[in-house]
């Protein structure tokens, strides 16, 4: 049950976070978007649609790129 909720939210632009208890880790996008999102670098053509996505939705965060 737990995978197809996961797959489910993966599927969208929701950033998904994972916990061990004693660390936290980004599981969705995965790190060369997150990278490219966060930093405000220019994306490689095949994430460019992608990363341009996830700032456009989270932008009104004011994430600094």
Known sequence: MA???LDS?????VPVWFSDGSKKMLMH????VARFVLSG?????HLQ???A???ERYGVFGLNY
């Open 3 to 5: 995978a197809t909720v």
């Open 9 to 13: 939210v993966c599927d969208q632009l």
């Open 29 to 32: 996008p995965d790190n060369d």
């Open 41 to 45: 670098d220019a994306a490689p053509a």
């Open 49 to 51: 649609v992608e990363v």
């Open 53 to 55: 996505a996830w700032r």
